[in-house]
């Protein structure tokens, strides 16, 4: 059971990447960790801008259902409507822009929001459970900084983990006994997502040991995988895009080495781990950078002298250079695909 306590509000309680600001109130930034620029960013959107910044917006309205539609870096009518009906529901100035005040209580919400699925949720997950509550409970310790695995919904080991510790770290008092209480039905289940898990473990290390293997010179191929890209130069960004009447920065890599006969994961982590890490980049290699999020979360083609190609959130298809102030200080590394 959970022994209550007086309720008073987390402010944005993962610990990562906090930074100070000049607010009567102190607080630590969320998992999903934004810089202090990116902060200030997020005071000052409006109808009509077009920023990264506007897909972290959206996606906090639409966990705590204003935000109904897709996510897009545009800050349409949708998003202005959906902040207005926010700051009317919080006794805040209805402007449909953002600002500190407006920033502050949407986090303190969140944190609400997930601590209330946490406590509601956390004592009735058994290992071994796949279930819409399991992905729940994985998202709400996800933004407390607890859980760092995928968010599969799947009650494993690294689920009871992160529940653990944010039940000693906010000592929730809950009891997690029922965790590891299994009935036949739920072990049988498990075993089946037990043998799932292993076959796509062996795939992605046999997706890792091929990329390993690949030649340490530029691949071969890699003057024709730059010449495709560069036609495709001008064609506009899209949130989701895989076509080159819109592209999002994985979709285009995956579009471009797909056309070469070379198959990429949709999401640019999951592009970063299954390829082979280089200490520099030669022309054809791929290059990564941390954006909206921690980890990869963007990344390009390296054309050489430090040039590369990628889909820019607000020029589409392009080409910057990582000495930029921009991209150099986001540069995580370099990466290689196999031929």
């Known amino acids: 059971m959970v022994k209550k306590k007086n309720k008073h509000p987390i402010f944005m309680s993962a610990m990562a990447g906090s930074i100070a600001l000049s607010s009567p109130l102190a607080f630590t930034l969320p998992v999903e960790a934004i810089s202090k620029e990116q902060f200030e960013e997020l005071q000052k ?3 009509g801008e077009h920023h990264e910044s506007v897909v972290h917006l959206q996606k906090k309205l639409k966990t705590l259902n204003f935000y109904q539609g897709t996510y897009t870096p545009e800050y349409d009518a949708l998003t202005e409507h959906a902040l207005r009906e926010f700051q009317e529901q919080h006794d805040l100035e209805a402007t449909g822009k953002t600002d500190e ?24 997950v058994q290992h071994g459970e796949q279930s819409n509550r399991v992905k729940q409970l994985q998202e709400a310790l ?25 039940n000693k770290s906010y000592k929730l008092e809950l009891d997690l006994s029922n965790y590891n209480r299994m009935v036949q039905v739920a072990q ?52 989701g895009g895989t076509s080159p009447s819109g592209f999002d920065c994985s979709g285009y890599l995956q579009y471009v080495f797909n056309q070469h006969g070379v198959s ?28 909206y999020k921690p980890g990869p979360s963007h990344a390009g083609i390296y054309l ?30 370099a990466r290689r695909v196999a031929n």
Do not use: C
């Open 188 to 239: 049988q289940q498990s075993q089946t997502q037990q043998r799932q898990s292993q076959n796509q473990q062996q795939n992605v290390q046999q997706t890792v040991k091929t990329s390993a293997q690949a030649k340490t010179e530029p691949a071969s191929q890699s003057s024709s995988v730059i010449q495709t890209a560069r036609n495709y130069v001008g064609s506009p960004y899209v949130w």
């Open 142 to 166: 996800e933004h407390y900084g607890f859980y760092r695995g995928e968010v599969d919904s799947i009650a494993g080991p690294v689920t009871k983990k992160a529940l653990e510790q944010m």
């Open 264 to 291: 990429l994961p949709r999401t640019v982590d999951s592009i970063y781990y299954s390829s082979h890490p280089v200490s520099k980049p030669s022309v054809g290699d791929l290059v990564f950078f941390e954006t």
């Open 45 to 47: 959107l409006s109808y």
């Open 304 to 333: 050489g002298d430090g040039n590369f190609i990628h889909a820019g959130l607000s020029s589409g298809v392009t080409i910057s250079n990582i000495s930029n102030s921009y991209w150099s200080t986001r540069y995580i590394g």
């Open 101 to 124: 005040p407006t920033y502050l209580k949407l986090e303190e919400q969140l944190d609400t929001h997930y601590k209330e699925i946490i406590e509601t949720v956390g004592e009735k």
